[in-house]
């Protein structure tokens, strides 16, 4: 990750702006603060949409769960990767997002896209001043960003790349600065140099008027809040799930999908207990522990062939994912395993089946099980990734608790 570089001083000398010496002089602070007056916050930025009367606000930390189509985002030089799933949700059910990022973690977003991101070539660009740090980037065609824009001036930037997506302002033939695009019914802007919008910037009037088409681009009339996200501010969560980064979320969203399925007595009574075990557990996670996982007796299994596991098979009465119930079921899994071979906390997979081996387990047993922990751990990550949470069909869920529920069997049972 790079910093704004001071030659940026060197466009003000050139554009002849009093009092940017003085400036430079000064303390440095944070890149991109959204207040204050060093030569690189985005206070303008903040003041022209002041002066504008957006709706806006610069949250400290953004869960995702609760923007709605009607609102925009501002990412500004992101130094933690944005959820890249729940932005693209977010964006499919209208909502309009601008990625400023020239070297920070907004690569991941831009995967997403296919769009690609690296050094541009100087040499080919238009210059200020000659200067190969200070390239000019020209609009490509009519659109509202370019509206009174006869040149963007940016200061060390990357370059933006996508093979259908025509570049908003280009450095050069095929080196985008700028990017967008429609994602579902909602838009995306990437500008590949956030400096541009920074208060020395600014001060040029043609990145002046591209800062005011942006800010009126991103809120369109819509009645919705421009959220400014700042390069320390932690975005989580996934669109339309409230506080779902929270520890319980996906507990209780088990407990929900639960209610819909029809289970007999039995089986709702021993999914309840199980649900609640593990809120308990995590409800005093803040306690010390030996494992995230392990618990002395972390549930008491039913004396019938399966325990709960064998139960689990009920929740497919209906054509609904069984995802949830299934990763209920991953956690209880491990427990289990852990407990019967005696393993310790921060147990990596490699020590599972090292230990399977000493208590006599067979290739073919340590196999399945390697195939079947790492299978949970993919679904259980893929949930939070775009395109969303895979699918658990009724057949497939069953599979998986039978082979869990096989494994487990041999391990108190060995040989």
């Not at 869990?404 to 108190?412: K, Q």
Request: proline residues 7%; aromatic residues 4%; charged residues 25%.
């Amino acid at each position: 990750m790079r910093g704004i570089r001071p030659t940026i001083f060197t466009i003000v000398i050139a554009c002849g702006i009093a009092g940017a010496i003085s400036r430079a002089d000064a303390q440095p602070d944070a890149d991109y603060a959204l207040e204050g007056d060093a030569w690189n916050s985005v206070s303008r930025l903040m003041q022209i949409a002041r002066d504008r009367e957006l709706r806006m606000d610069a949250p400290a930390r953004l869960d995702v769960g609760i923007l709605q189509p009607g609102d925009s985002l501002l990412i500004l030089h992101p130094r933690e990767a944005p959820p890249a799933s729940g932005i693209t949700a977010f964006l499919r059910a209208g909502g309009r997002v601008a990625l400023a990022d020239d070297f920070g973690a907004g690569d991941t977003l831009l995967d997403v896209f296919q769009i690609d991101r690296g050094a541009p070539r100087p040499e080919l660009a238009s210059r200020m001043r000659g200067n190969p740090e200070l390239l000019l980037a020209r609009p490509r065609g009519r659109h509202r960003l370019t509206e009174g824009v006869a040149a963007l001036a940016s200061n060390h930037p990357a370059m933006v790349h996508h093979r259908e997506l025509a570049p908003i302002f280009e450095l050069s033939e095929g080196e985008a600065l700028v990017l967008a695009g429609a994602v579902g019914s909602g838009r995306l802007v990437v500008l590949s140099d956030p400096s541009v919008l920074i208060d020395n910037m600014l001060e040029l009037r043609d990145n002046r008027r591209f800062a005011e088409n942006l800010l009126t681009y991103l809120d369109d009339g819509r009645g919705g809040t421009l959220y400014v996200i700042g390069p320390d501010t932690p975005v989580v969560g996934r669109f339309g799930e409230p506080g779902a980064d929270r520890p319980l979320h996906d507990l209780r969203t088990a407990l929900e999908q639960l209610a819909t399925l029809e289970l007999p007595p039995l089986a709702l009574r021993i999914a309840a207990l199980a649900l609640t075990a593990i809120a308990l557990v995590l409800a005093f996670g803040a306690l010390p522990r030996r494992s995230p996982y392990r618990t002395e007796r972390m549930f008491a299994r039913a004396p019938s062939v399966g325990g709960f596991a064998g139960r689990v098979a009920f929740f497919g009465r209906k054509k609904v994912s069984l995802l949830a119930p299934l990763l209920v079921y991953k956690f209880e899994l491990e427990a289990e395993i852990l407990e019967h071979l005696a393993l310790g906390e921060r147990t990596l997979l490699r020590d599972v089946l090292d230990a399977m081996r000493a208590r006599g387990a067979g290739d073919e047993d340590v196999a399945r099980m390697r195939s079947l922990l790492l299978e949970l751990d993919q679904l259980r990550a893929a949930q939070d990734r775009p395109p969303g949470a895979p699918h658990i069909g009724e057949r497939r869920f069953r599979q998986l608790v039978a082979e869990g529920e096989r494994l487990l069997s041999s391990l108190e049972s060995p040989g």
